[in-house]
């Protein structure tokens, strides 16, 4: 499917938002593969507005933008739980559809938005571009060719503080109806979706979430959970939107090596001989010996497009000749049934296993949604240390 022109022709819903901005400047980065024919957003002046400047139609309802029998794709540019019900519109009149993270809120909506693409034999395609960043495509490279080894130990970590003014922004933020979750769907998907791609999925997830700081979300502004996977290894992950400065860094610690990326770096150790190894054959003198451990260069690839641009280009191609999707529906899913994982154990106070009961997380959301604000916020305690001592 594609115009006379053999290029995709795309429509974008949330237009008129930041992130409906990204999509239409990476529609128009790919002009010999994509061509942006109408948008749609719910502000109708900023939307006309917009759709002049563009010389592209411009629709009111979403609905109405994906019958236009012009389009043969759309992009989500819109609150994560609207995403479902415009995906399944979208696919009811044939169009391949481009969602930003998450692609839900519940994993069992997005499992459903798979199983229809499937059935369509239409594109699904989920906005993680991290995946196409020079450094996390050399710690791909790194760990399915065997440099890190069997894994033993993994750390993720991600900080990105907002004020009250942030969620103040949009009456659906950080609510348990409009947002259907916290820090965990909407700042921490990226480096989860990375740490699974490297990693695989925990078999099991004990967590802890909180309300910490935000006297006007109903959600959680921080996470943290220890993680165990099938062949024993064990993991840390924090989350937060409450402490500065910020950390984004994710660790992992094999047999033969490590990886770690902070920010934009990269670091690699080569371990000799191998942890596997050394830890049977060595016999002396020194009962504290450890094997080598050696950081080795590495050199990033040559990326010349990335973020958004990078998307575009593939689900274009994606379309056109089959190439695989940078982040497909089914492994879109895999953050969020991380993060829906999460909020099920700490409000049961019990480990979860995976894979995720989606019906009991449906459940226990509902509950979320009807207890409102009084379901999840803790407030901050005092420091025991500085706090003042009650008068003998």
Request: proline residues 6%.
């Amino acid at each position: 499917m594609a115009g006379a022109n053999g290029k995709i022709r795309f429509g974008v819903i949330g237009a008129a938002g930041q992130i409906g901005g990204t999509h239409i400047k990476a529609i128009k980065d790919n002009p010999d593969l994509a061509e942006l024919v109408a948008i749609s957003d719910v502000n109708e002046p900023r939307l006309e507005k917009l759709a002049a400047e563009l010389g592209v139609k411009a629709y009111k309802n979403y609905k109405d933008l994906c019958k236009d029998k012009n389009i043969d794709a759309v992009t989500l540019g819109t609150p994560h739980p609207l995403h479902p019900e415009q995906t399944f519109e979208a696919f009811k009149h044939g169009k391949h559809v481009l969602t930003e993270k998450a692609m839900a809120g519940r994993l069992s909506q997005a499992q459903k938005m798979v199983r229809l693409a499937k059935d369509k034999g239409l594109k699904l395609g989920v906005c993680f571009q991290h995946r196409a960043a020079p450094r996390h495509l050399k710690a791909f490279e790194l760990m399915t060719t065997g440099k890190i080894g069997q894994i033993l130990r993994v750390l993720c970590e991600n900080t990105a503080y907002k004020a009250e003014f942030y969620y103040n922004s949009g009456s659906w933020r950080g609510t348990w109806l409009g947002e259907e979750g916290g820090v965990l769907l909407n700042q921490a998907p990226h480096p989860i979706d990375i740490m699974l791609k490297l990693t695989g999925m925990p078999k099991r997830i004990t967590a802890v979430v909180r309300t910490q700081i935000h006297d006007t979300i109903e959600v959680e502004d921080v996470a943290s959970a220890i993680l165990e996977y099938e062949n024993g290894a064990q993991g840390i992950v924090h989350f937060n939107t409450t402490t500065v400065p910020g950390a984004n860094r994710c660790d992992i610690y094999g047999t033969h090596g490590a990886v770690s990326i902070t920010g934009d770096a990269l670091k690699y150790w080569k371990i000799d001989p191998p942890i596997s190894e050394h830890k049977s054959t060595y016999a002396g003198p020194n009962i504290y010996a450890a094997p080598a451990c050696t950081e080795e260069p590495q050199t990033l690839p040559e990326v010349p497009r990335q973020g958004h641009t990078r998307l575009v280009e593939n689900f274009c191609n994606a379309i056109r000749c089959g190439e695989p999707l940078i982040c497909s529906g089914e492994e879109g899913l895999w953050s969020l049934e991380f993060a829906n994982a999460l909020v099920m154990s700490s409000y049961t106070a019990k480990p979860v296993e995976l894979p995720l009961d989606a019906p009991a997380y449906d459940r226990l959301l509902k509950k979320l949604q009807a207890a409102g604000k009084a379901a999840a916020h803790r407030p901050l305690q005092p420091n025991p240390l500085t706090a003042k001592k009650p008068a003998q």
